[in-house]
């Protein structure tokens, strides 16, 4: 007879390669190592970075920008916003007072 207890499977997903991308420029905003006011690499010098395709480029920019780290602006690049500073202090002191 067959049971009648559900079987549980759990999958586990991979990252997107974009949230990847994404993950990488911000942990070098939080760092330090791309300022504020800082023009990003273009298209074709982030996907050699990285080793993706410029679909995967886009997207991971438009959640940048999406998220206000970072601002397109048509035919000069990608520029990192100038209050970024204030935007991961903030997030550091709630998830400091998180932990409390």
Do not use: C
């Not at 916003?81 to 935007?87: L, Y």
């Amino acid at each position: 007879m067959a049971s009648d207890t559900a079987i549980s499977l759990k999958v586990e997903r991979k990252p997107k390669l974009s949230e990847t991308v994404v993950a990488a420029i911000r942990k070098q905003l939080q760092a330090g190592e791309i300022q504020p006011g800082q023009k990003l690499p273009t298209e074709g010098q982030l996907t050699e970075t990285f080793g993706v395709s410029r679909t995967v480029i886009r997207e991971a920019l438009a959640k940048l920008a999406a998220d206000g780290l970072v601002e397109p602006r048509q035919g000069a690049g990608v520029f990192v916003t100038e209050h970024i500073s204030t935007m991961f202090g903030a997030l550091a002191a709630d998830m400091g007072s998180k932990d409390s």
